[in-house]
């Protein structure tokens, strides 16, 4: 399913809404997120998972065809850790 | 860095302040996002969601584990695990944010 389609099937869903509305509130709440995650906050959504930002820290890499040392800076990464009951959901045992 | 968590209030005052719903509308349309993509990934399906990241599903084979308090030996079930790969416009937004 791509974005499109979720908006699609919410406007269905939610005949009393403009779909450009819907399309707005898919929007905004991933906005929300990369918003937090560029504050380094962390965004808990109960039952479906948590987004957080992990640090890597610098580190000596080195050039596979080359054999060169090269230094790789520190990275932040966006993460996301699957919430209980998605993660047994998706596992079919629940 | 503020070292603060958002919830589902804070997703759903956000669409109240943005999209101009109702409260009401607000909260309850945030959840309906969250749990059509729950049924979606529940189903076996993947979810992309373009300049964000897609949840994709990966069938995971049993293993021996161990307890590592114990140092007991378990079986480990091969089952079905949910894994986010964020976009690459998502990772440079917030490698970029949060580089000094």
């Given at each position: 399913m791509i974005k499109s389609e979720l908006i699609a099937k919410l406007a269905e869903a939610n005949p009393h809404l403009f779909q450009r509305d819907v399309e707005r509130v898919v929007n905004t709440v991933l906005e929300e997120i990369t918003q937090a995650l560029e504050n380094g906050d962390r965004v808990e959504l109960r039952g479906f998972g948590a987004f957080s930002v992990r640090n890597r820290p610098p580190r000596l890499g080195r050039n596979p065809r080359t054999g060169e040392s090269v230094e790789v800076k520190e990275k932040h990464v966006p993460f996301f850790k699957t919430g209980k009951e998605l993660r047994e959901r998706v596992d079919g045992k629940k | 860095?503020?070292?603060?968590?958002?919830?589902?209030?804070?997703?759903?005052?956000?669409?109240?302040?943005?999209?101009?719903?109702?409260?009401?509308?607000?909260?309850?349309?945030?959840?309906?996002?969250?749990d059509l993509m729950a049924d979606t990934l529940a189903g076996g399906e993947t979810v992309k969601l373009s300049s964000f990241g897609s949840f994709a599903l990966r069938e995971k084979n049993g293993r021996m584990g161990r307890n590592p308090k114990t140092g007991e030996e378990v079986p480990i079930d091969p089952r079905r695990v949910l894994v986010f790969k964020p976009s690459q416009v998502l990772k440079d937004r917030i490698d970029e944010a949060l580089a000094k």
């Open positions: - | 860095m503020t070292g603060k968590t958002l919830t589902r209030a804070d997703l759903a005052e956000a669409v109240y302040r943005e999209v101009g719903l109702s409260r009401q509308d607000s909260a309850t349309l945030v959840e309906s996002v969250l």
